[in-house]
Nanobody, 114 residues
Framework: QVQLVESGGGLVQAGGSLRLSCAAS????????MGWYRQAPGKQRELVAA???????AMEGSAKGRFTASRDNAKNMVYLQMNSLKPEDTAVYYC????????WGKGTLVTVSS
């Protein structure tokens, strides 16, 4: 229902931090949940983190405690703060509205070097 565009991906050294942004073409207030997924080569897409109006939840085990999703409804923006990055975090990261039902972004590549 909305177009989503991710940005902020790039190359970062292991142990570093990166913040991804997701800009929505329309209001995200209509969505109870906004989230981030990732897909690494040869692997299936997996949920990394999601955020409702009141809480952020890390769903993927390896990212638990390191990644935090947040949202700014007034700006129609969603963010993913990634800390203590590891090489295994390398993947294309996708923003999604309502688990994908509300729209998917095209992804942004995050590469973590060792």
């Amino acid at each position: 229902q909305v177009q989503l565009v991710e940005s902020g991906g790039g190359l970062v050294q292991a142990g570093g931090s990166l913040r991804l942004s997701c800009a929505a073409s329309g209001s995200i207030s209509q969505f109870n949940s906004m989230g981030w997924y990732r897909q690494a080569p040869g692997k299936q897409r997996e949920l990394v983190a999601a955020v409702t109006d009141g809480a952020s939840v890390a769903m993927e085990g390896s990212a638990k405690g390191r990644f935090t999703a947040s949202r700014d409804n007034a700006k129609n923006m969603v963010y993913l703060q990634m800390n203590s990055l590891k090489p295994e975090d390398t993947a294309v990261y996708y923003c999604a509205a309502e688990g994908g039902a509300g729209g998917w972004g095209k992804g942004t590549l995050v590469t973590v070097s060792s």
